[in-house]
């Protein structure tokens, strides 16, 4: 499997025959752009995206790829129907506690603490439940996007459900987990080999770097990816 972090909570999952794209923001994600990753050469190839929620930052250029590529949109069912009529033709609904087998690999959603809606014209909309995504690779990793979230003692159901050994954490304060709290939910309740932070440095107003959370961690199992690099996991 390899693994390319895109800023944000954007990645490129490539395993088997599929190229995942998580949580696709890449115009207007300040990470992607200072890095000079080529927009094309990062959605080429994309055969599924999978969305945590319906927030701008995490949907991105979701309607866009989906366009070019004609990826799978995997996500909840809410939002897939709002997609739908944007355009997106190819896609494939769920809700929490659900799984889809995607050949390569199953999706399931799981919950995150958060909110979900998404902004048009001064209007708020709920597009269903913010999650967080378990992806099950046949003979390979088990990999858990926590999406946007605070701790929560039921991650401690994920962990004895589906034993994720990849996590991807959201460490940058003020909408999610900040640094000390994402160190202390893996800690506590996750056995993660591979430590993913994420949702840092994108925007002035949350945490420009994964620092604090390496010191909290004391560096046990944290990998700090190069953004648009990828490395194997």
Known sequence: MKITWLGHSSFRVETGQSVILIDPFLKGNATFEASATEWDSVVAGATHIVVTHGHGDHVGDTVEIAGKTGAKVVTNYDLCMWLAK??????????????????????????????????????GFPLGSANGVVLTVKGGPTVLHMGDTDIFSDMA???????PNIGIVPIGDRFTMGARTAALACRRYFSFKTIIPCHYGTFPIIDQSADAFVRAMEGANVVVPKPGVAFDA
């Open 86 to 123: 944007q355009g997106v033709a190819n896609f494939d609904p769920m809700n929490t506690g659900g799984s889809t087998d995607q050949g390569d690999f199953t999706v399931t959603l799981v919950r995150a603490d958060h909110s979900a809606a998404m902004v048009e014209m001064d209007v």
């Open 157 to 163: 159901l994920i962990n004895e459900l589906w034993r």
